[in-house]
């Protein structure tokens, strides 16, 4: 059976009250993926890949990242900003697909939005998700998981108020103490 999963993201914002205010290096991925983001991989077993094209897909012309694992456990693209407030938006054209899962294998093709405090202890976490029925991650006081409605695996825009968000899903955040947002495009699959 196969474990496919992939996060694909065409261009990711993160801005505040001031349109001009971008956070993110590099979010529209119109250069290498070296620049502003770094990957991490913890491969127990089958392959990763992490790519960028033009366009993956995406209607628009523009350059895409491509997050890929097969099997365990998972391969990341992540980028971290120090921020003064969470009065700020997350938008991006991502798409979302998986493949496959079982009870003891099952993927997540998701991307996390990750607050830490200014020491990057990490306070919690909101991960946008494309799961397997069998998967067993489940919304906490910390954690809130938002299954996304299209399964179809097609390109859609997602918006995130990072104020709202904490403040109505992650009570055990305290708004105030975030200091750090990380966007991670984040493949996972439990089995080996
Ligand atoms: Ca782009």
């Known amino acids: ?3 496919i999963l992939l996060c694909s993201v065409f261009l ?5 009250p001031a349109l001009a205010d971008e956070f993110l290096i590099n979010g529209d991925f119109e250069q290498p993926l ?12 089958g392959s990763y890949a992490f790519s ?40 991006f054209d991502g798409r979302f697909k998986i493949a496959g899962g079982s009870s003891t294998c099952w993927p997540v093709a998701s991307l996390w939005i990750r607050y830490a405090d200014a020491n990057g202890t990490e306070l919690g976490n909101t991960r946008i998700c494309r799961s397997s029925v ?14 996304i409605t299209d399964t ?3 390109w ?5 108020n990072l104020q709202e968000e904490v403040s109505t899903n992650l009570p055990g955040v305290k708004p105030e103490d975030v200091a750090k947002v990380t966007v991670d495009l984040f493949a996972y699959d439990n089995g080996t």
């Open 52 to 91: 960028r094209e033009d366009t993956f897909g995406q209607p628009m012309p523009g350059y895409a990242a491509k997050v890929y694992k097969y099997l365990a456990r998972f391969a990341s693209l992540r980028q971290t900003v120090d921020v003064t407030s969470l009065d700020l938006s997350l938008s």
């Open 134 to 147: 069998y998967s067993t991650w489940t919304s906490s006081d910390t954690v809130h998981i938002i299954e």
């Open 152 to 154: 179809t695996g097609a």
């Open 34 to 45: 070296d620049v502003g983001w770094t990957d991490t991989v913890l491969s127990q077993a």
């Open 12 to 16: 990711l914002i993160l801005v505040g």
């Open 1 to 3: 059976m196969q474990r």
């Open 156 to 160: 859609n825009n997602y918006t995130v």
